[in-house]
């Protein structure tokens, strides 16, 4: 009977239309890479789409690939374009977060990551979604969030009626949600389209209509689907079709209208910062807003702070005062946390060349085969850094020299390799957790997680060891401990109540490792116990947790960052709440400690926010 309504009133609002009616195909979720069908559930939608001509375009919501691989985004493109109308593509969370290049090659495969174009006398205009490179909530990258303020402030008219398209719902799925809302709603947003559940949902955001299109794939389908939108007067109406079948009767509709938002007095939800005025003693000092996301944490020289941002930039900044002192811009997004050895920075980009500066200025550059995202250590004058072309390498702090060039990594390298003794461990996209020889580059030992998975990869945690012992924790919701030496499995163990994921630090005494569980514990497990042995506990709950971001202990004072904005400081001896600060509402990427009670706090919106801490105990 539903939607039997619904048909009767796309007939009657298609008749009493004066003009204003127009077709196109919504894609979403297409996973090429993933599901062993994908290509082929993608080549018949195709197939099906170029066989009607009442279609205009197509616009696709992201996820168009699995991985972010290089491979399958090319491999994506070359299937698009055998479209016969245009298509206009944004990219979805598992584009970006993977990505081999830093979320740059979908720029350069698909020519951008947003898209603005009008029809119908609409703007339909799209951003990317992230998290980008680092695991956690959805966000609008600050840089498109720029781009989407200006699109909306040159409209031809201020009253065009605009069509907003990202991958996630607007919601607190996305940890900025409100900032693309809070635009939109200066403005005549009559639609929100998204895809990212799989499955189709008529929703509402915040009093603007919101359609989840569902994903291409079959899953335990015989075939996949997509849906044909039609948009007749003042109403838009959502049909599955799936290829070579009939299209299926209109299982959502919604009426476009201009809100008046400005006259809006609903009360909709805000994150907010009060917690912060509990601890009058933790003091913000300076704030830095880059024009882009920053994605890496940062490093002390002297009297700097050094950090990078994904608009190419390496920058200093006044330790005191947060003023940027010099910056260098490479050509391409940089993830790549920087090292600092006397006055020489390193720093990868994924212009696929690694950085030496100094005072802002190269003192050598080198060429990789592809970008770089992942971070260097230094060490006795060596760069030890991986990269995404399946090397990982050794290189002269001094000149650039290659002292040695491991080329067999599978996957590719993201995390912070760990110096410990004559070896280096770090781990890749490909399952694998490499020891290297420090001195000669050789292969000691690896070791595979025996998954399918690429996502269960022991890759974006930093490797921890004490008393001869390993440690990693991964996405798999498994810790495991190895004999640093030759790679033996001490225990590996998965605890239903304490979901383990990328987020670790060793303590100042190397007696315990700390966790952050994705349920909101954070423990400290023993470094010399024969299984995983929680030996120390704090009692706070900081409730779901998603952030990769490494915990550290500096004076006594535990420090944990969230996928939410928010620093806690626990007390070493018992694990209680010394004092939190919330930054921003965007995952922290680091926490760095300036000494004197004194820290950085990087956060994904391009924020670096100095805090000072006048005493550190509880209220």
């Given at each position: 009977?539903r939607?039997l ?7 009657s ?12 195909a919504?894609i ?5 890479g993933?599901?062993a ?6 080549r018949?939608?195709?197939?099906d789409i170029?066989a009607?001509a009442?279609?205009?375009f197509?616009i ?6 699995e991985f ?9 493109k070359?299937?698009?374009d055998?479209?016969?109308?245009p298509?206009?593509?944004i990219?979805?969370?598992?584009d970006a977060?993977?990505?081999?290049s830093?979320?740059?090659?979908f720029?350069?495969?698909?020519g951008?990551e947003t898209?603005a174009?009008?029809f119908?006398?609409f703007l339909f205009a799209?951003?990317?979604?992230g998290?980008n490179m680092?695991m956690g909530p ?7 969030i720029?781009?989407l303020?200006?699109?909306?402030r040159?409209?031809?008219k201020?009253d065009?009626p605009?069509i907003?398209?990202?991958h996630y719902p607007?919601?607190s799925a996305?940890?900025n949600?409100?900032e ?11 639609l ?7 499955s189709?949902?008529l929703l509402?955001?915040e009093g ?11 899953a ?16 838009v109406?959502?049909q599955?079709?799936r ?8 299982w ?5 209208y201009?809100h008046?938002?400005?006259?809006d ?6 994150p907010?910062f009060?917690?912060?005025g ?5 003091a913000?000092r300076w704030?830095y807003?880059?024009?882009?996301d920053?994605?890496?944490g940062?490093?002390l ?9 994904t608009?190419?930039w390496?920058?200093?900044l006044?330790?005191?005062t947060?003023?940027r002192?010099?910056g260098?811009?490479?050509?391409g ?5 920087p090292a600092v050895?006397?006055?020489l920075?390193?720093a990868a980009?994924t212009d ?17 085969e592809?970008?770089?995202?992942a971070?260097?250590?230094i060490?006795?004058?060596?760069v ?9 390498r050794?290189l002269?702090?001094?000149?650039g020299a290659?002292?040695?060039?491991f080329?067999?990594?599978r996957?590719?390298?993201v995390?912070?390799?760990?110096v410990y003794?004559?070896t280096v461990?770090f781990?890749?996209w490909g399952?694998d ?5 420090k001195?000669t ?6 070791w595979?997680?025996g998954?399918?998975n690429r ?7 930093w490797?921890v ?8 924790v991964?996405p798999?919701?498994v ?6 030496a ?9 605890a239903?109540?304490l979901?383990?994921r ?6 100042a005494?190397s007696?315990l490792?700390y966790v952050?569980?994705m349920d909101g514990a954070v ?6 116990a024969?299984?995983?042995?929680i030996?120390?506990?704090?009692p706070?709950?900081?409730?779901y ?7 550290i202990e500096?004076?006594g004072?535990?420090l944990v960052p ?9 007390a070493?001896?018992n694990?209680e709440?010394?004092w939190?600060y919330k930054?921003?509402n965007?995952?922290v990427?680091?926490v ?6 004194n ?6 919106d ?9 005493r550190?105990?509880?209220?």
């Open positions: 009977m939607y309504v619904l048909i009767f009133s796309f007939l609002i298609g008749a009493a239309a004066q003009g204003r009616r127009f077709q196109f919504h979403s979720d297409t996973h090429i993933g599901a069908t994908a290509s082929d559930d993608l018949a939608t195709i197939r170029n009607n009442g279609l205009q197509v696709i919501t992201g996820d168009i690939t972010g691989a290089d491979t399958e985004l090319r491999e994506a070359s299937l698009l055998s479209l016969n109308k298509w206009y593509i990219p979805g969370n598992h977060n993977w990505s081999e830093g979320a740059n090659s720029r350069t495969v698909f951008s898209r174009f009008q119908g006398g799209g951003t990317a979604c998290p680092r959805g966000q609008v990258p600050h840089e498109n720029v781009w303020d200006s699109v909306l040159h409209l031809p201020p065009m605009v907003y398209m990202n607007q919601d996305q940890n949600w409100y693309a809302m809070d635009l939109l709603k200066r403005h005549n947003v009559q929100i389209l998204c895809g990212h559940g799989h189709n949902h509402n955001f603007v209509p919101g359609i989840m299109g569902r994903s291409n794939l079959r335990k389908d015989s075939i996949g689907g997509y849906n044909i939108v039609t948009i007749a007067g003042d109403s109406f959502y599955t079709k290829p070579g079948l009939e299209v299926e009767p209109v959502a509709s919604a009426r476009l201009d008046h938002f400005a006259a007095t609903t009360h909709y939800y805000r907010s009060a917690e912060n509990l601890y009058p003693f933790v913000k704030v807003q880059a024009k882009s920053i994605g890496t940062n490093v020289s002297g009297n700097l702070v050094i950090g990078t941002d608009d190419g390496i920058f200093a006044d330790r005191k947060g003023k002192v010099w260098y811009r490479t050509g997004k940089v993830y790549s946390t050895s006397g006055s920075v390193v980009s696929k060349k690694i950085y030496c500066l100094k005072d802002g200025k190269v003192v050598w550059g080198f060429m990789t592809k970008p770089d995202v971070a260097p250590v060490e006795a004058g060596v030890y850094i991986g990269g995404s072309d399946g090397h990982f050794a002269q702090l001094a000149t290659v002292v040695w060039d080329d067999q990594v996957g590719f390298v995390d912070k390799p760990l003794g004559g461990y781990g890749c399952n957790l490499y020891a290297l020889n001195t580059g050789r292969l000691i030992w690896k595979n997680n998954s399918t996502m269960y990869s022991p890759a974006a945690c490797p060891a004490a008393g001869g012992r390993l440690f990693v991964a798999d919701q810790m495991t401990a190895f004999d640093a030759t790679g033996a499995v001490l225990w590996r163990s998965r239903p109540k979901r383990v990328e987020s670790m630090g060793l303590s005494d007696s490792v952050k569980t423990i400290g497990v023993s470094t010399t024969d299984s995983l042995r030996d120390w506990r704090s706070v709950e900081l409730g947790e998603l952030a990769p971001t490494a915990l500096r004076e004072v535990v969230t996928h939410s904005g928010t620093v806690w400081a626990l070493r001896k694990g709440l010394l939190k930054a921003s965007c995952m990427n680091g760095l400690p300036l000494g004197g009670g820290y950085v706090i990087s956060t994904m391009g924020k670096l926010t100095c805090i000072s801490v006048s550190q105990s509880s209220l």
